[in-house]
């Protein structure tokens, strides 16, 4: 079964430096996608990035990338010049097929 | 495209009560899907429709539960005799099969159920 994993429950990051969330995942599939999701106070899951498996080039929107380590099934978010609104639940999420599951989330703090 | 609506945003009920929700997905989607979510945890898979037919359903679905999504539009979730267990978060989200989005699903705000 494919199973999601967030080791870091919570972090903090400085507004305006740098923060990476990690995320692991099992996998017997080749094919498949990966997710972050951003989840604030007012609790809809809103789509920070997206990556596809076969793509070797990793994901990137604004200041939001990832690092794609497909052998050894690691799926990273990295968020540059971190802003007050960027404060939530961050959800790594794996979609093979039509199921997608998430991680338990990292909660993210920025301090102003 | 005015995203996936869910209705009522909340809804508190005393333990035993039949409660019903919502949910209008994305016009063109095709997929849909209902999760629970409790405080501090990630989002837990229910059910799946792609169209009107309901494909799984997760072991998490207890029989008190159920939900059906007629002519492959919108999609109601039913919890008969609900219980203080039952308190969530429940998640709609729809996708598209083979469109360019790539099996991205959006969710809608949520329908929080508290039992009493």
């Known amino acids: 079964a494919q199973t999601v994993t967030q080791s870091q429950p919570e972090m903090s990051v400085q507004e305006a430096e740098t923060v990476t969330l990690s995320c692991t995942y099992d996998t017997s599939e080749s094919d498949y996608y990966l997710f972050w999701y951003k989840q604030p106070p007012s609790r809809q899951m809103i789509l920070v990035i997206r990556q596809e498996a076969y793509k070797q080039q990793n994901a990137t929107e604004n200041r939001f990338s990832v690092n794609f380590q497909k052998a050894a099934k690691s799926f990273s978010l990295k968020i540059s010049d971190s802003q007050l609104g960027d404060a939530a639940m961050y959800f790594c999420?794996?979609?093979?097929?039509?199921?997608?599951?998430f991680g338990a989330g990292t909660r993210l703090f920025v301090k102003a | 495209d005015t995203g996936v609506s869910q209705n009522p945003r909340h809804k508190i009920t005393k333990r035993g009560q039949n409660v019903t929700f919502r949910c209008d997905p994305i016009s063109e989607h095709n997929r849909l899907y209902w999760y629970r979510q409790t405080l501090g945890q990630g989002p837990e898979f229910l059910t799946y429709f792609q169209n009107e037919a309901q494909l799984e359903k997760s072991r998490l679905l207890s029989d008190r539960f159920s939900a059906e999504r007629p002519k492959g539009s919108f999609s109601t979730l039913e919890i008969q005799r609900t219980e203080q267990g039952d308190s969530a978060m429940y998640l709609c989200a729809s996708s598209l099969l083979g469109g360019s989005s790539g099996n991205t699903i959006y969710f809608g705000e949520g329908s929080w159920l508290t039992v009493v």
């Open positions: 999420a794996y979609t093979g097929g039509f199921k997608t599951i």
